[in-house]
């Protein structure tokens, strides 16, 4: 008999490796440009799951993955990984954004419209064409288009409930942080996390498991730029822009430290146009934060920092539950074994017991 | 690509959070974990921990289930040699780190020797606690209460723990510690290892260590058998050896045969039949 042994591993994964590549080969002639322009929606997945704004490596990432995004994203977060940090640019703010789109479904009418801009919310689901109907486009430009949150008459009449402000803000990718979590790090976890495993914890809050009753008070998608401090000159420069998605949800009223009642809200952001993940981002937020009238006892998730903190991570929990393919043999014997005498030890209670009995 | 992969701030950081890890013997050290070009899960925690310290005088071992030529290490072994070109081997002997996933090697370890252990679950609270803040609550109290529990509630209803392997250990009478799946049976090659250990997990982040010469024990009651994987009356089938870790495998006949685990622990027996 030949000697067994798993040892052929490094041939194993070389073939395994090429029977792959003749999968994914077949991406390689797709153009990158095109990918970026015609599959923007998932580029802006990967680059948003795996927190590096880069849609050329995110094309080719996607490429190299035949489309799987989790692997793709993994592409990214594992470069992100060897790439210098130069510093840190200045703080942005989403009222500075250049919008293509902003919609608040708190107000019928709000400063700036109601700017639908590019979105599939009343397209029908239909894989046929309907017939084309004439309609009059507008002309229209996001370069003068920057208009403040509408929940700004809000937070400017002192209405809502705003939480202590961190000093400086944490970086979960340089240092962990234990219990409690600095909410800095909480939004950073939820911005980097996966998009399905936001939505899953998100839809909780809304069936019972919380009670946040959200409204959407500002969502937008726009552009935004990045201004870095010169290392020499020490002048504000621009050194590029991004495209981002950010929500504020309103919640329902709540006492805030100075035990005044104020409205609730949550913030979501993320990279690219990802507004499914950026409303879930918001609401759970909110539940963190204002969940003392929750209902749902001690299962709610989104109102759990632990849950939040260690579950969303698409690269994460991607790996681990794949890592299961690994081989487990010797776990697998050492559970065999315990099994084994577990259950040598209840035949024999049993047997005592049949005895005591007769 | 940079020497080893890793940035030096990442790599800087990972020295200092062992160097933490080995003042205080089985005390969990949070560290920011970097992302890898391998999945979180398949053992980038040790993979780090080797990539900080790795440098060119190192002759590096990988082994994955107690084999050198497992996927895994392989895949591991190739990784690190491609970003440090350091020597590799499968001779236990002659390795200064040794990377490992859910075995320690069968002869003996020395005291040049560095074990870094592949962690998937870093605290061993987690089986009776999975929240972290009262985890760490629970050990700065060395409250080990509800391990005790579990452990008798085990012995009662099967006449031992149910815990097959990542059994835990006391280490240096203060730290409950997870040391890896291994088989209870590598739980003893633990205490007073003329070795350095490692622990890395890189999806949790977290890093922790025991020095050389420490006391490690496993938790069980004064008055009760601490049980190790059985393979009386087995040998195996291969170099014939009694008194290793056997993996038990069925041919296409349905037979059952054993060989053993520590794949370079065979071989070297089959050296020595040579000779």
Redesign the interface.
């Known amino acids: 008999?030949a000697?067994?042994?798993?040892?052929?591993?490094?041939e194993?994964?070389k073939n395994s490796l090429d029977f792959y590549g003749d999968i994914t080969s077949k991406g390689e002639n797709l153009d990158d440009e095109a990918l970026i322009e015609a599959l923007t929606f998932s580029i802006d997945k990967v680059i948003s799951e795996g927190s590096l704004y880069s849609k050329k490596l995110a094309a080719r990432a996607i490429k190299r993955s035949a489309g799987d995004m989790l692997n793709a994203s993994?592409f990214l977060?594992?470069h992100?990984?060897?790439c210098?940090?130069i510093g840190i640019s200045r703080t942005i703010d989403v009222n500075d954004m250049r919008l293509t789109r902003r919609i608040s479904s708190a107000f019928k009418d709000i400063e700036g419209g109601q700017l639908l801009g590019p979105s599939n919310d009343y397209e029908i689901k239909l894989l046929m064409d309907l017939k084309d109907e004439d309609v009059n486009i507008e002309e229209y430009s996001n370069e003068d288009n920057v208009i403040k949150s509408a929940l700004t008459p809000l937070r400017d009449d002192n209405l809502i409930k705003t939480l202590k402000k961190e000093e400086s803000p944490w970086d979960?990718?340089?240092?962990?942080p234990?219990?409690?979590y600095p909410r800095s790090a909480v939004l950073q976890v939820m911005s980097r996390g996966e998009s399905g495993s936001l939505l899953t914890v998100g839809y909780t809050t809304m069936r019972g498991y919380g009670d946040v009753h959200p409204t959407i008070g500002d969502l937008r998608i726009g552009e935004l730029d990045i201004n870095f401090t010169h290392p020499f000159t020490k002048n504000e420069v621009k050194i590029g822009s991004i495209e981002a998605t950010a929500v504020e949800s309103v919640g329902t009223f709540n006492q805030d430290s100075e035990g005044d009642t104020k409205l609730t809200t949550g913030f979501g952001f993320c990279f690219g146009k990802n507004e499914t993940k950026a409303i879930s981002m918001s609401i759970i937020d909110l539940t963190l934060y204002n969940n003392t009238y929750s209902v749902g006892g001690d299962h709610i998730i989104a109102a759990d920092f632990?849950m939040i903190m260690?579950h969303l991570d698409g690269?994460?929990s991607?790996?681990?539950?794949?890592?299961f393919k690994?081989?487990?043999?010797?776990?697998f014997?050492?559970?065999?074994?315990?099994?084994r005498?577990?259950q040598k030890?209840?035949e024999e209670q049993k047997e005592e017991q049949r005895k005591e009995q007769k | 690509m940079r020497y080893a992969f890793l940035d030096e701030e990442a790599k800087k950081e990972i020295r200092r959070s062992l160097l933490k890890a080995i003042a205080i013997p089985g005390y969990i050290v949070s560290f920011a974990s970097r992302e890898l070009p391998v999945a979180r899960g398949w053992g980038t925690g040790g993979l780090q921990i080797t990539l900080a310290m790795i440098n060119e005088k190192d002759t590096l071992k990988v082994i994955d289930q107690g084999c050198d030529g497992s996927v895994n290490a392989v895949n591991i072994r190739n990784f690190i040699k491609s970003v440090t070109d350091v020597n590799t081997t499968v001779d236990t002997k002659e390795a200064s780190i040794i990377q490992t996933r859910h075995r320690i090697p069968e002869i003996q370890l020395q005291e040049r020797q560095t074990l870094v252990f592949q962690v998937p679950i870093p605290d061993i609270l987690e089986t009776v606690e999975p929240n972290l803040g009262k985890q760490k609550l629970l050990h700065a109290n060395k409250d080990y209460s509800k391990l005790w529990v579990l452990l008798y509630e085990d012995t009662s209803q099967f006449g031992d723990s149910r815990i097959s392997n990542r059994y835990p250990v006391m280490v240096n009478h203060r730290y409950a510690m997870d040391p890896s799946p291994i088989p209870k049976y590598d739980t003893q090659k633990l205490g007073n290892c003329k070795a350095l250990q490692l622990f890395g997990a890189g999806r949790e982040k977290k890093i922790y260590a025991i020095p050389p010469y420490t006391n490690v024990v496993p938790l069980k009651f004064e008055d009760r058998e601490f049980k190790v994987e059985n393979f009386e009356g087995k040998s195996c089938a291969r170099c014939g050896s009694t008194d290793s870790f056997l993996d038990e495998v069925y041919d296409d006949n349905g037979d059952t045969h054993y060989y053993c685990n520590d794949t370079d622990y065979c071989d070297s027996n089959l050296q020595i039949g040579d000779k």
């Open positions: 008999m000697y067994y042994a798993i040892k052929g591993g490094e194993a994964i993994f977060r594992a992100r990984s060897s210098q940090r979960i990718t340089r240092n962990y234990s219990a409690p632990e260690h690269i994460e991607f790996g681990m539950t794949n890592h690994l081989p487990h043999y010797v776990t014997q050492t559970d065999y074994q315990i099994f005498s577990a030890y209840s």
